[in-house]
């Protein structure tokens, strides 16, 4: 079985090779080897190549004959073959001999059309390749005379239509290969050209602002004469309407109101932009910058860059120097600076399409805005002149005005100069103090004496005074006040003159300036000149005589603040009776110092009579009394009369007698004498005097008889009757109880309103009845011997007895 397989696995092989290409035979072969039966193999291989051979045989045999009849076929054909290749030998060396002519004709032929064709494609070439040579001529240039924008144009031309067309020739390839270098250096000098630019306007902003800033100045001037020309008439219908004159010309309008804004718009249309900006600084580097990025696909690099360097610079131009403060050329360098700046910005923006936007512009704007503000704010802090306060607002409101007239919102820095104010104000306050502190210490206090009627007229003039009787008096003659009073008259108006001043262009209507002139008024005078009054009053040495004349002139300056309220009128062409007009509050402030005056007029009276009573010297055991009053009475009453003199022969008229000096004087002159009781009362009833004797008592009484007698001579007219005398009532009882002896009547009648004693004060008469009780005992040590003494002595016991049972039954 297996031999049979075997057998037929070996037919397969044997029919594979037959059937089989030979390249193919190595893989058959190889499965012969891999198995047992190779040489049962090879004997069947033998076989069935002798089996091949002898069909081959056959084969042959069979087709011999042909084969020879092909063959003396052949051999015949061969002759005729022999003879036909002599002809075409020949007729080939015939053909060939005649054939060179034409062929030389035709390669000569060939040449020209060769030559024709070479010399069109070279023209075509050429027609090609000299545009480009004609533009990188060009090319070059415009690079060698810096004309980058046109040289950007040329290379785009160049590099999308001329190379294209030219073909791939040498000089085509370094051309394109150059063409980014080309492209890098034109960026790079453009970009330094916007440096240098930068750079340029960086350092000619304090003068394009400068210029800037006296255009505009230049240009509100004109605006105002317009606009005072305009209003001419119908200012002087309203200055006939309210029967005043003016003695301020100011014109209260905004100097750029829209109507003025359309004319320099009109004006900007028509010259372009303001002159200065264009001329100071060259702007074609910007431009051509911009448009080189622009045509490089690079516009928003450039974009930011120029606003990034901008913002710097921005920086830079807000950050004020340390001592700007100091002159007011320190402000307007940095105001030029600012100026200038938004004028460049301001230029660029309309003369170019989006390197600078609006929102860009006013995001910078606000940025300066808030610094330039808190800069002002720290260094105007430091300011206390009053005159570079008022030039800096100025200069602020020019400032304002001019960038206003760019579009720029400035209404905070119009809120800013009102906050200001306030600080100016109380610099005024402070420089006021000092004018009116050296007036106060300058003056004589003493009436002016007026020699001519120009003199007169003259002080009539400086102060608002009226009195008819005094017109008709002859020359020489004298003012009631002394020369205070007009010059502190002076320098209110000065100080009004002074508000009113920095009120002037901040955009306000004439109530608010008013109103603000007004409450700065009230507090010069309820603040400052108060202070300053109060320190003339309460400083030393100031005698009754100057408090006298600072009552007479408090007095005038009270009855000039009527004239105070018309001159504001006046200047700020508010009617005084306007609804919630501010009135001045002056008339208070001069009523203050007069009763402070008054009071210290008071106090000085009182001290002196104290210093009068220190050199009192009596003899508190006397046993009989002097028949004169003692000398420092003597010397106080003339004093006395001396003083309550003055308040008599004050110039004047007879209204102003009555109602001032003689009201003073009469009251000085009451509480004069009622200090004068009290202390004498109280220099009796000392713990220090422990023995009174009846003869101190009887010289006590004498003094008081004295201060009677100048009581009843009437030192101040306008008493009625006796009424001075009130003022030593309480002495006066005292003394007569105890110098008449008469306690059954003072015991007897105490408590009722008929009582002969009603001013006596038990408590008063037993501390001065214990001291007489204490010199009785130790008068003389052998009184108790004597029965008049001892009788005295029981009878004091017994009153001192009697008046401690009223007293207590009193408290209880």
């Known amino acids: 079985m297996a031999s049979a397989e075997t057998a037929a696995e070996h037919e397969r092989i044997l029919r594979e090779i037959e059937s089989t290409d030979t390249n193919c035979i190595g893989p058959t072969l190889r499965s012969v080897y891999d198995g047992q039966e190779h040489g049962l193999f090879m004997e069947k291989l033998e076989g069935r190549i002798r089996n091949h051979d002898r069909e081959i045989e056959k084969m042959c045999n069979h087709h011999f004959q042909g084969f020879v009849d092909s063959i003396t076929e052949l051999l015949k054909v061969r002759g005729e073959a022999q003879k036909l ?16 002519g034409l062929l030389t004709s035709m390669d000569e032929l060939r040449q020209c059309r060769l030559q024709q064709r070479n010399i ?77 630019f930068l750079e340029s306007i960086r350092k000619h902003s304090d003068k394009i602002g400068e210029t800037a800033m006296k255009q505009a100045q230049v240009q509100i001037a004109r605006d105002n004469a317009v606009t005072s020309q305009q209003r001419s008439a119908s200012g002087r219908r309203i200055r006939k309407e309210a029967r005043s004159g003016t003695e301020v010309d100011r014109t209260e309008s905004n100097p750029f109101t829209e109507q003025d804004s359309g004319i320099l718009e009109v004006e900007y249309e028509e010259e372009g932009e303001i002159p200065g900006a264009q001329d100071l600084v060259d702007f074609s580097p910007v431009y051509r910058c911009l448009h080189i990025y622009t045509v490089l696909g690079a516009r928003d690099t450039f974009e930011n860059y120029y606003r990034k360097q901008r913002r710097k610079q921005a920086r830079l131009v807000l950050q004020p120097h340390s001592n700007m403060h100091e002159t007011l050329e320190g402000y307007r360098r940095y105001f030029n600076q600012i100026v200038g700046f938004f004028v460049v910005e301001d230029h660029i923006l309309h003369t170019t399409q989006g390197l600078v936007n609006r929102a860009y512009v006013e995001e910078l704007w606000e940025l300066a805005l808030s610094k330039t ?103 020489p003659k004298k003012l009631p006040f002394s020369e205070f009073v007009p010059k502190v008259y002076s320098q209110i108006k000065e100080f009004i003159y002074a508000c009113l001043k920095y009120s002037e262009d901040l955009h306000l209507s004439s109530t608010e300036i008013d109103d603000m002139i007004r409450k700065s008024t009230n507090l ?89 009573l220190q050199l009192a010297d009596y003899d508190w055991t006397a046993v009989q009394g002097g028949g004169q009053a003692s000398d420092y009475l003597s010397d106080l009453i003339a004093f006395l009369c001396s003083t309550f003199a003055v308040f008599t022969h004050l110039p ?51 003094d008081i008889k004295e201060c009677e007698r100048f009581a009843r001579a009437g030192p101040v007219p306008g008493f009625q009757g006796d009424t001075l005398l009130l003022a030593f009532i309480d002495l006066r009882q005292l003394l007569d109880l105890f110098t008449q002896w008469d306690w059954s009547t003072y015991l007897a ?60 039954t009193n408290q209880a």
């Not at 005379?145 to 031309?157: D, F, S």
């Not at 320190?535 to 007095?555: D, F, M, P, R, W």
């Not at 209204?655 to 009469?666: D, M, N, R, S, Y």
């Not at 001291?771 to 004091?796: C, G, H, P, V």
Request: proline share 4%.
């Open 85 to 100: 290749k002599g002809q075409v030998t020949e007729t080939n060396q015939n053909l060939q001999n005649d054939g060179k």
């Open 120 to 196: 069109a494609t070279t023209i075509d070439k050429l027609t090609h390749c000299l545009p480009v040579l004609e533009m990188y001529t060009k090319l070059q240039e415009q690079m060698r005379t810096k004309r980058y924008y046109p040289a950007l144009r040329t290379l785009e031309q160049l590099e999308e239509s001329c190379l294209p067309q030219a073909g791939s020739y040498r000089f085509c390839t370094i051309m394109a290969e150059n063409i980014p270098r080309l492209r890098t250096h034109i960026r790079d000098v453009s970009m330094s050209d916007l440096k240098d």
């Open 373 to 475: 503000i808190a800069a002002l704010r720290t260094h105007s802090s430091y300011c206390t002149d009053p005159d570079l306060i008022l030039d800096l607002k100025n200069l602020i409101v020019l400032f304002a005005d001019t960038l206003q007239g760019y579009g720029f919102p400035v209404n905070q820095l119009f809120d800013m100069l009102l906050e200001m104010r306030d600080q100016y104000g109380e610099i005024l306050l402070k420089k006021w103090n000092q004018s009116f502190r050296q007036i106060l210490d300058q003056d004589n206090y003493s009436p002016i004496p007026v020699t001519s009627s120009e003199e007169y007229q003259r002080i009539a003039g400086q102060f608002p005074f009226q009195d008819p009787e005094l017109d008709k008096m002859p020359f």
């Open 524 to 612: 010069l005078l309820t603040r400052t000149l108060s202070h300053c009054l109060q320190y003339a009053i309460k400083k030393k040495n100031v005698g009754l005589a100057e408090l006298v004349q600072i009552i007479v002139n408090t007095t005038h300056l009270e009855q000039s603040c009527h004239y105070l309220e018309g001159f504001i009128s006046n200047i700020t062409n508010v009617p005084p009776d306007t609804i919630n007009a501010t009135k001045l509050y002056g008339t208070s402030t001069f009523k203050d110092a007069r009763h402070a005056a008054e009071e210290e007029i008071y106090t000085n009276l009182n001290q002196k009579i104290d210093q009068f």
């Open 652 to 702: 004047g008229n007879s209204i102003e007698h009555a109602t001032l000096p003689g009201k003073v004087a009469q009251t000085a002159c009451m509480s004069a004498c009622k200090h004068l009781s009290t202390s004498l009362l109280q220099l009796l009833l000392e713990a220090d005097v422990r023995q009174v004797s009846m003869g101190a008592l009887q010289q006590f009484n004498v």
């Open 749 to 808: 009648d105490y408590g009722r309103p008929t009582c002969k004693y009603l001013r006596v004060n038990p408590h008063t008469a037993l501390a001065l009845l214990e001291k007489m009780k204490d010199t009785s005992r130790k008068n003389n040590m052998f009184a108790q011997f004597r029965k008049n003494e001892r009788d005295k002595q029981k009878l004091i016991d017994t009153v001192v007895k009697q008046l401690k049972n009223l007293i207590a």
